[in-house]
């Protein structure tokens, strides 16, 4: 970062999140995605004369969770207002958002850095507003754009956040805790790559120690977490080596190339004023009374930060460990639906994390599409803890439970798996065994102790992998020593 | 006062208007007559008076969120002035 030395980047990000509502902002159009192009439409969002919106009032709610969820505090009174701009994926010429009076004010995003080093940034404001349609560009040098609009009037919250990141890792950062944070409350998928969730940044440097901040640009178009975080590098380093070399930055809008991995000047973009915001006079005050903000703040779910206290203390497991399962509500979820019926903790996370979290992945399933329970895993923990099954034995029964959807106790009768932990069966195996290895027997008496390895293999050979490893370890011993 | 070319120009920019030499200089009378107007409405003494957004006096208008049927997509374009049955088609943007 050496090209940086003495100059300090400050972001603030503004988000924009797609609401999982059934139906349109202002229409009773179906959100839904990868339809038929224009055949979710209607007066309203094709911006037909006459038409006129009335406001979904669960996209109000979904709003009312995010800025309650985030320690904001939510209006009691707000207004939409139109933004005006000419662009063909906007049939209105305007956007239904709003302004200076918006639903959600203040409130803040704590996060942790990869090196566990908590950071907070506050939220300047949070609204509501509609989606635009989608412009396909030519290709293949057609004379026009296509333009679809079933995305238009699609309920969008905007999450606008302060001046208060520094650099591109806490952009990464919070910006994987808001989307935590949406996917817990169920109000949006989180998915940037499918566009549900988009980030613009707006970035500038200072010189270290400067209190007043430098010009900014707006970067654009960046279409995952790691395509932020590139993008922010990318101009905190461009501005730093132009003011370093004598120039100035100019305030721009910047269009990020994913392929070419640089941020381009975009062209004619209006100014804020340009948008001649006013009032929107086809929709009435939103207001919200004391009472409806109690009743969505009392039926907000338990949050990250707070399931993971409560996990520690519940289950008894490490801190990191709570991490990993709060990563996601269905797995948080599910964890605890194992510890319904099973009383280790720190086992069950050890075995979630590993084993069922790597086949997931490895066969690119979903949690809640997996054909195991967590009844069945319970189930099988059980058998491990009680000696039943050994780890490994567990693990390949697990593998067969993964593919078929089998429970443990069928999967252990077809494959005639038992552990062997009777003591006297096992002993008569390995008084065999010792007898038929009188050399092996005398080395070991002579000091050689690491042939209890070769013995306990003799004994799997024998068992086929069945016998308890703790048993026969200590029965070995006894009688190897004599 | 007439507006400048410059902002004649500039507010037609912004609703992607093509206009003529000769149209900038009667829109800009024309635009002076209207913001002529607005300063007449501007010179009311509004002290004491709280600025409103709406004058409907009706608030919280909702719709539950459930799915209406939407147009069919032939419905959808048919006004249209150019389409392909499945997409608008408008001049290109960019590219």
């Not at chain 1, 269009?255 to 004619?268: F, G, H, I, N, T």
């Amino acid at each position: 970062m050496s090209e940086i030395s003495g100059f300090e980047p400050v972001i603030g990000l503004e988000v924009h999140a797609q609401l999982l509502t059934n139906s349109k902002i202002f229409c009773g159009c179906k959100v839904s995605y990868g339809q038929q192009p224009n055949s979710l439409t209607c007066p309203v969002c094709l911006g037909l004369p006459g038409a006129l919106p009335v406001l979904n009032k669960r996209a109000v709610e979904f709003a009312m969770r995010m800025i309650l969820a985030t320690g904001g505090t939510v209006k009691n009174r707000s207004v939409f207002a139109r933004k005006n701009y000419f662009y063909p994926d906007l049939p209105k010429g305007y956007q239904i958002s709003q302004y200076d009076k918006p639903i959600g004010q203040g409130g803040k995003i704590k996060f942790k850095l990869e090196n566990g080093q908590e950071k907070s940034c506050g939220l300047t404001r949070i609204h509501l507003e509609e989606d635009a349609g989608k412009s396909l560009h030519p290709e293949h040098g057609e004379p026009y754009t296509r333009v679809d609009l079933n995305r238009c009037g699609t309920p969008l919250i905007e999450i606008v956040s302060e001046p208060d990141i520094r650099s591109a890792e806490e952009a990464y950062g919070y910006l994987s805790k808001l989307k935590q944070i949406l996917q817990y409350l169920e109000v949006c998928s989180g998915d940037m790559e499918k566009g549900h969730l988009r980030c613009d940044a707006n970035v500038s440097v200072r010189p270290v120690g400067q209190k007043k901040f430098g010009t900014r640009t707006e970067l654009k178009n960046m279409n995952s977490f790691k395509g932020v975080e590139k993008a922010i590098n990318y101009e905190i380093k461009r501005q730093t080596k132009l003011i370093k070399s004598g120039g100035t930055v100019t305030q721009s809008t910047l269009l990020w190339d994913e392929k070419k991995q640089v941020a381009e000047e975009m062209r004619s973009k209006e100014e804020s004023k340009d948008y001649r915001y006013f009032p929107e006079p086809d929709l009435v005050n939103l207001i919200v009374n004391d009472a409806w903000k109690e009743d969505v703040s009392k039926n907000l779910p338990e949050l990250p930060d707070e399931k993971s206290t409560r996990l520690i203390s519940d289950y008894h497991i490490r801190q990191y460990d709570a991490l990993v399962l709060t990563d996601s509500r269905a797995l948080a979820d599910y964890y605890e639906k194992v510890m319904v019926d099973f009383g280790d903790g720190q086992a069950a996370a050890n075995w979630i994390q590993t084993e069922f979290l790597g086949l997931l992945k490895e066969s690119k399933v979903e949690i809640q599409e997996s054909k195991v329970t967590p009844e069945m895993i319970s189930a099988l923990l059980a058998k491990v803890k009680s000696g039943e099954l050994s780890g490994k034995m567990a693990k390949e029964v697990f593998g067969e439970m993964f593919a078929s959807g089998k429970q443990a106790e069928d999967i252990i009768k077809d494959k005639g798996l038992v552990q062997l932990s009777d003591e006297s069966a096992l002993g008569t195996i390995i008084d065999n065994i010792i007898s038929v290895n009188p050399d092996n027997l005398a080395k070991y008496r002579d000091g050689k102790t690491n042939l209890l390895g070769f013995f306990v293999g003799q004994v799997m050979k024998e068992t086929k992998g069945q016998a308890n490893p703790q048993v026969v370890n200590k029965l070995l011993k006894e009688k190897l020593e004599g | 006062m007439p507006l400048t070319k410059q902002q004649v120009e500039h507010i037609a920019r912004l609703a992607r208007l093509n206009i003529t030499e000769k149209e900038v200089e009667k829109f800009s009378k024309e635009l002076a007559l209207i913001v002529d107007y607005f300063e007449q409405i501007a010179a009311v003494d509004t002290t004491d008076i709280e600025p409103r957004d709406q004058f409907i006096t009706a608030e919280n208008v909702f719709r539950e969120d459930r799915v209406k049927e939407s147009l069919p997509q032939k419905k959808a374009l048919e006004n249209a002035p150019d389409s392909d049955g499945e997409y608008f088609h408008v001049p290109k943007v960019i590219g």
